[in-house]
T-cell receptor
Framework: GAGVSQSPRYKVTKRGQDVALRCDPISGHVSLYWYRQALGQGPEFLTYFNYEAQQDKSGLPNDRFSAERPEGSISTLTIQRTEQRDSAMYRC????????????FGPGTRLTVT | GNSVTQMEGPVTLSEEAFLTINCTYTATGYPSLFWYVQYPGEGLQLLLKATKADDKGSNKGFEATYRKETTSFHLEKGSVQVSDSAVYFCALSGNYGQNFVFGPGTRLSVLP
């Protein structure tokens, strides 16, 4: 596609449920990044991939959060046993080259945990 | 660790006023510096970037110069328009393009 797409755009879930957020990067982009953005704050790095390999997951807040990119294209961020503090905008970005310093962002998924 | 500090908003200006949004950073090595913009209801868009000291990034009338001596990357525009109303984020990435760190954002409102 023309840009990074994310789905769903909005997700409301009950505390304790698992959620899966999807990111479809720009075609041919090698690197894919996940961020979390709280209201009124800048994006906070979670994890990133080069191709299908997860390069850095130091930003994942705890072991309820995981991400995969099995075929080096679409990625899924999964949050297990959601908690209210997980409510935020989750943003995905991709870049053309490995470790490129220029990232293109998707529209985000707004997650609300009730 | 790396960090970015930018001036708190909101900033409210009249159309055609001069804009400065301050950004300073703390980083090891030779980071790249960025300004991203988020228009209402949209995702983040790269506005401009600079990859080494004394580089000037520019786009859509906005400019920012990478100042290593003052660890700053202030955003400027000579004459703002109503359409520039948005949230502006200063950001840096590490030596190898990893670990993007964003500032908290500065909301700009331009009044006609």
């Amino acid at each position: 596609g023309a840009g990074v797409s994310q789905s769903p755009r909005y997700k409301v879930t009950k505390r304790g449920q698992d959620v899966a957020l999807r990111c479809d990067p720009i075609s041919g982009h090698v690197s894919l990044y996940w961020y979390r953005q709280a209201l009124g704050q800048g994006p906070e790095f979670l994890t990133y991939f080069n191709y299908e390999a997860q390069q850095d997951k130091s930003g994942l807040p705890n072991d309820r959060f995981s991400a995969e990119r099995p075929e080096g294209s679409i990625s899924t961020l999964t949050i297990q046993r959601t908690e209210q503090r997980d409510s935020a905008m989750y943003r995905c970005a991709s870049s053309k080259l490995p470790n490129s310093r220029e990232q293109y962002f998707g529209p985000g998924t707004r997650l609300t945990v009730t | 660790g790396n960090s970015v500090t930018q001036m708190e908003g909101p900033v409210t200006l009249s159309e055609e006023a001069f804009l400065t949004i301050n950004c300073t950073y703390t980083a090891t090595g030779y980071p790249s510096l960025f300004w991203y913009v988020q228009y209402p209801g949209e995702g983040l868009q790269l506005l401009l970037k600079a990859t080494k000291a004394d580089d000037k990034g520019s786009n859509k009338g906005f400019e920012a110069t990478y100042r290593k001596e003052t660890t700053s990357f202030h955003l400027e525009k000579g004459s703002v328009q109503v359409s520039d109303s948005a949230v502006y984020f200063c950001a840096l990435s590490g030596n190898y393009g990893q670990n993007f760190v964003f500032g908290p954002g500065t909301r700009l409102s331009v009044l006609p």
